[in-house]
């Protein structure tokens, strides 16, 4: 090749790189909305990408990358259909497509059908363990090698869940489609419960920062942003927005520039990304206007009332506790009766902490590392040295992260015994 | 389900564990991991092995035997111990393996353990 051959070449290569970035959500929406088969629209897709890949550097990028992609992958639909000799019910709907899509080569006036993706792959029909990993393979293409790693489940079998959750949709002919308003908010539960997944739920602080959140966080955001542009009246999906944004802006502070980790009360507020934080109060504020509490916006108030400290200088730990009680009534967890005690632990003591984490199911927390190291810190504070110690080793035990296991081996030398 | 957690190590890992002044935090490290891993009910036996360069390998070809130096692989990183552990799914494992201290300086492989060798031979002896 030439050197303009291989400069064509490599631009051509990145547009289709960029479009499947950008569109591949919104192309598996529209074809699979139609077919009602979301891994024979995501193969089509696949093949349309390949093709790309030849004749894009042949006869250079198309003015329309999209609607080009969205043509080949249903032509090779349509061959599919034909190649089969079955005429499946799918095959007028195609038909019905390439007219209206012929009709609006603009791609900003095609439906965005995701949210549609979004509800089927969240499907109560669908075993809510597959709800994440399938929302981050249709919406945003990720890959099972990406999905297993960020959810740290082996590509193998991850790859064989998405294929069962996909048979499923095509046979039980799960419908693509938007759920009447007096079902949403039960349906848009799922939805979120498997975005905030994706985000993953190991915020609190005592559990530590996590390499497989940083990948997924600005993911998990842009699918929240999805659901905000389409449903902007639920205060549920703003609430869960504004957490994401207000956890994913003191990600920076989480490490110092050695490397340590920074417990959230240690944290500088200059660190944090107030535009982020900026936004979050918005989408928090627009939230409680509606009038309709809800699990994510209380924890995004949690998350507020933290950041406040960037203007106050200080935490106001009695707000912060009020608002695990209302958690706890709304949605108790493990991980939410954990931070309960550290809450109140910081407004009526360390006593009172230990108490609240003595009532929760011991079986639950044997291997819950949160646990541990808020335990250890309580005990610390109380001066029991030795069962502080004790703890620390549990909590470093089942820690993942080689800087919070750092830091809490610090902390667990530092104890002086009695 | 059995599952067995290989552990690989670099030589400098290897070192680490006679050096005083890190030993204290490798050490801890891997004594807490151990405790989580008897407090979950989930441990079935395994031990650190000692350097690779301690290793002899023994092969019989043509009814002769061959024994030489050092391991079996010319790899840098090496076997440095091993884990069962007893555990509903291969999730699950992973989540083990990813807590494990090699898995942030070093390679943690998860196998099962197949199913056709009865699996409590093994086990008679590792609880001491």
């Known amino acids: 090749m030439s050197p303009l051959q291989t400069r064509t070449h490599e631009s051509a290569h990145r547009a ?11 192309l598996v929406a529209l074809l699979a909305t139609r077919t009602r088969d979301i891994a024979g629209a995501e193969d089509a897709l696949a093949d349309a990408l390949v093709a790309a890949l030849t004749v894009w550097p042949r006869d250079g990028i198309p003015n329309n990358p999209q609607a080009w992609l969205l043509t080949a992958a249903r032509n090779r639909l349509l061959d599919h259909a034909r190649h089969q000799q079955v005429h499946e019910h799918s095959t007028p709907t195609l038909r019905l497509m390439t007219r209206e ?11 965005d059908e995701r949210l549609k993706l979004l509800f089927v792959c969240a499907h109560p029909a669908i075993d809510p363990n597959i709800h ?59 939805v979120l419960n ?9 915020w609190e602080d005592s559990s530590g920062a996590d390499q497989r959140v940083t990948e997924l966080g600005q993911e998990a955001i842009w699918l929240a942003r999805v659901l905000r542009e389409q449903i902007p009246d639920d205060p549920e ?29 240690e944290q500088n507020p200059k660190d944090w990304r107030m535009p982020m934080i900026e936004e979050a109060e918005g989408e928090l504020t627009a939230a409680f206007q509606m009038r309709r509490p809800g699990r994510y916006q209380i924890e995004a108030s949690i998350q507020s009332v933290h950041v406040e400290r960037a203007q106050t200088g200080r935490t106001d730990s009695a707000a912060i506790a009020d608002f695990y009680d209302q958690l706890m009534q709304l949605a108790p967890s493990i991980g939410g009766a954990v931070a309960h005690a550290a809450a109140h632990a910081e407004v009526r003591g360390p006593e009172v902490g230990l108490t609240l984490l003595d009532q929760i199911d011991s079986q639950a927390v044997i291997s819950y590392q949160p646990y541990w190291a808020v335990r250890a810190h309580l005990l610390r504070q ?9 703890a620390y080793d549990r909590a470093i035990g089942l820690s993942e992260d080689s800087a919070v296991r750092a830091f809490l081996t610090e902390r667990r030398n530092r104890l002086t015994p009695q | 389900m059995l599952y067995a957690l290989l552990i690989y190590e670099n030589p400098e890992d290897f070192a680490r564990r006679e050096s005083s002044i890190e030993s204290e935090a490798y050490a801890g490290a891997w004594r807490a991991y151990h405790r989580a891993l008897l407090d979950a009910g989930i441990f079935v036996g395994g031990k650190p092995l000692d350097a690779p360069e301690t290793a002899t390998t023994v092969r019989l070809r043509d ?17 440095g111990g091993f884990t069962l552990l007893e555990l509903p799914s291969l999730d699950a494992a992973l989540e083990w393996a990813a807590r494990c201290p090699a898995a942030s300086y070093g390679t943690v492989e998860v196998r099962p353990i197949a199913v056709e060798i009865e699996p409590r031979v093994t086990v008679a002896n590792s609880n001491s």
């Open chain 1, 16 to 26: 289709v790189e960029a479009v499947a970035r950008e569109s591949y959500g919104r």
């Open chain 1, 101 to 111: 899509f012929d009709e609006t080569t603009d791609p900003d006036r095609w439906p």
């Open chain 1, 132 to 190: 994440t990993p399938l929302m981050l393979q249709t919406v945003l293409g990720l890959d099972a090698v990406a999905i297993g790693r960020a959810l740290l489940v082996a590509p193998k079998t991850i790859g064989q869940r998405l294929v069962r959750a996909k048979t499923k949709i095509r046979q039980a002919r799960i419908a693509f489609e938007i759920p009447t308003p007096d079902q949403i908010s039960e349906r848009l539960e799922p």
């Open chain 1, 194 to 202: 498997a975005i905030y997944a994706a985000f993953g739920n190991s």
């Open chain 1, 237 to 265: 999906v703003r609430g869960l927005l504004a957490l994401m944004l207000y956890c994913e802006a003191r990600r920076p502070a989480r490490r110092s520039a050695e490397g340590r980790f920074v417990p959230l009360s």
């Open chain 1, 382 to 390: 109380l001066s029991r040295p030795h069962a502080a110690a004790e």
């Open chain 2, 63 to 79: 009814s002769k035997r061959e024994i030489q130096d050092g391991p079996y692989a010319n790899t840098k990183e090496q076997l």
